[in-house]
């Protein structure tokens, strides 16, 4: 039997931290959770990331699935992001990730489905209908977090501001050179911008669950939770949320201690 994941507060407000033995197991018990949460609203609307984070999460949803003991026929999903300039069908693309892990294994209606086009002719209209068919959703109930070592969530990139709608953004060498895996490893192929949700949408989902597993991870865990509220850290501001946690493995809790 396995020690039980150590479970932290931190500061004032409570950024519910849980520590578990592994990635594996933390990604057990996320899937868990959501599982939970759609038996409890069959309808729930669910906000999804890509990366390689959440990859563990889907497996285990799908396993659930193929047992009989899940499904999603009611659930709706809005994914984060997706790049500029790559179609559905591009193997590259967000859509075509979702669609090999996730969508095409389990019974989400396609209409259910919700994701930016980054083929848009118009970028702002398209912006503009996302956010609003997410409002007609009613918003996130929960909302599934990656983080990228820079600290952005979903696309919104560390700078001087942030933009809380749905916006165009242009990708940081870093982030691009992360995301290399999905255009054969070769980052300059990686596109230099990217649709993504804004902080608003992001600040008010009902529930969110971000996960970090791996040691590239412990810095920007770290300035999420213990460092001031800046736009150099998107992911600070969810200290401002009231309903967060944090689920690590011991490698990216390592700058808590
Ligand atoms: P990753 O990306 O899961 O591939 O590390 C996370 C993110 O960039 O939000």
């Avoid at 990708?171 to 993504?196: I, M, Q, W």
């Amino acid at each position: 039997m396995l020690p039980r994941p150590r479970t932290v507060g931190w500061g004032p407000f409570s950024v519910n931290i849980r520590v578990f033995n592994s990635e594996q197991e933390a990604a057990a018990a996320c899937a868990g959770h959501i599982a939970q949460a759609v038996r409890a609203r069959p309808s729930l609307v669910l906000g999804l990331p890509t990366g390689r984070t959440p990859l563990n999460v889907y497996r285990e949803l799908v396993a659930l699935h193929a047992r009989g003991g899940l499904s999603l026929a009611h659930a709706r999903t809005f994914n984060l992001d997706e790049f500029s300039g790559v179609s559905p069908e591009d193997g590259g693309s967000f859509r075509a990730y979702m669609d090999r892990h996730f969508f095409g294994k389990v019974d989400l209606a396609p209409g259910n489905i919700h994701f930016l086009d980054g083929m848009a002719p118009d970028v702002d209209a398209e912006c503009a209908r996302y956010d609003a068919a997410l409002r007609e959703a009613g918003g996130l109930d929960l909302l599934l977090l990656g983080i990228g070592a820079n600290g952005h969530v979903a696309f919104n990139e560390p700078g001087d501001s942030l933009q809380a709608p749905c916006h165009r953004v242009r990708l940081s060498r870093e982030t691009r050179l992360a995301n290399a895996a999905l255009f054969g490893d070769d980052p300059t192929r990686v596109p230099l911008e990217a649709l993504t949700l804004g902080m608003a949408s992001i600040l008010q989902a009902r529930r969110v669950v971000l996960l970090a597993f791996g040691a590239s991870k412990a810095g920007a865990v770290a300035a999420m939770v213990k460092g001031p509220v800046t736009p150099r850290c998107p992911a600070s501001f969810l200290q401002l949320h009231r309903d967060v946690d944090v689920w690590l493995d011991p490698e990216a809790a390592r700058g808590l201690a």
